[in-house]
């Protein structure tokens, strides 16, 4: 360390307590996370009233990852033990939406980007937008999974157009959750027909 003159540094916990933990959330509102550190509950209707997004968000969490809520990469840690005190069984959703032959695109530092595709039963008609048996959820970098966004979900759940008002907007969210030294993820997802 002699030759160091700036070291770079993380408030989130991840140098004091070797850990991230999920502090914000952005559904269509910026909202903060109270009681971030231990196991209390988290009432995931105040944070998301919209029950699409909400489960949408238990989806793109539980089948998206690699580990589990001991055992993972940190940040990866930091969402599945989020949706678990939020009263999300993850690993019930894996068994639900994931065959033996899934298919998923492992994270890539070039693509900033991780993606799974999830399998619906046919009868399953609250959880399918078009109606189609596959869903593609990715989540990555912020700045990253906007780009290739036509529409996000506002704060009642409903598909809006991702015009460059709310672009410009949710880029100065990003900035600001940078600048407060939080690492931003985004959410995406699409539904796909059976091929």
Not at 132 to 151: F, M
Request: proline fraction near 2%.
């Amino acid at each position: 360390m002699g030759g160091a003159n700036n070291i770079c540094s993380d408030k989130t916990g991840t140098l004091t307590k070797n850990q991230m933990t999920l502090t914000c959330v952005w559904s269509g509102q910026d909202m903060k996370i109270p009681n971030v550190d231990g196991d209390t509950p988290i009432d995931i209707e105040a944070l998301i009233p919209a029950a699409f997004s909400r489960n949408l968000l238990n989806q793109a969490i539980s089948c998206n990852s690699i580990g589990t809520d001991t055992d993972a990469q940190a940040t990866e840690l930091a969402m599945l033990k989020f949706i678990k005190r939020s009263g999300c069984d993850y690993q019930h959703q894996r068994q639900q939406y994931l065959s033996k032959d899934m298919l998923r695109f492992q994270f890539d530092s070039l693509r900033k980007r991780m993606s799974t595709v999830l399998e619906f039963d046919v009868d399953d008609d609250e959880q399918l937008e078009h109606g189609y048996p596959k869903r593609l959820h990715t989540k990555g970098a912020a700045e990253e999974i906007i780009k290739v966004c036509s529409h996000y979900l506002n704060e009642a759940g409903e598909k809006t157009e991702l015009n460059d008002e709310i672009r410009s907007s949710l880029d100065d969210i990003i900035k600001g959750y940078a600048k407060d030294a939080l690492r931003c993820i985004a959410f995406s997802y699409m539904d796909l027909k059976d091929q």
